[in-house]
């Protein structure tokens, strides 16, 4: 065979495999672009949405507080310093770090004087030290841009219930990104054609 000849037809099928390997790898991008955006949205949470939690996370322990239930408080600081400690490695405003990490350190003193307690009285201060720190802790966080907070090891334990007050509910975690949805999806780019093998011109 004439060897120009040889030489088109290689370089033609040559193109047609680079052309299929590329979108290969076009595909492959994608599709790591999708698992990194399911990843990072699975299990975090957002400031507001950690906000709303220790707002009712303080109101059930100043109900705990009103029903004098030394059970109750108990449960409630185990369930609020590991949020404390998650809000803790946000990138959160200064001021909301400096009363997170207020509130984690008067919850951390409870949890120590707690044992051993059947009445609230001996820590009724430093209770109420946590409930107002908690409080100027929320507002700061709504104040701010709903930053992702990256969520502790769930379950957490178990809240008795108390009369009525709610028992707080954690917080919601975003969905996934839903490829159906406008908008949601990384969209996957279009597979490029194989160009077609020329016909081999017919010798002399």
Known sequence: MNARIVRFVATAVTAA???VMGAGLANASAADQL?????????????HSMAGYL??????????????????VTAAIKNLRPMLGSVATAPVER?????NDKADSQAAQIERDLPGLTLLAPITGLVTSLLTTLLDLVTSLLGGLPLPVPLPDLPLPALPALPGVPTPALPDLPAPPDA?????????????????VPAVPAVP
């Open 17 to 19: 495999v680079v052309s």
């Open 35 to 47: 698992e990194s955006r399911i990843e990072t949205a699975t299990g975090q949470s957002s400031t």
């Open 55 to 72: 707002q009712q996370m303080r109101d059930y322990v100043q109900a705990a507080v009103s029903a004098n239930d030394v059970e109750a």
């Open 95 to 99: 001021a909301a770090a400096v009363l």
């Open 180 to 196: 159906s949805a406008p908008g949601g999806d990384v969209p996957a780019p279009a597979v490029p054609a194989v160009p077609a």
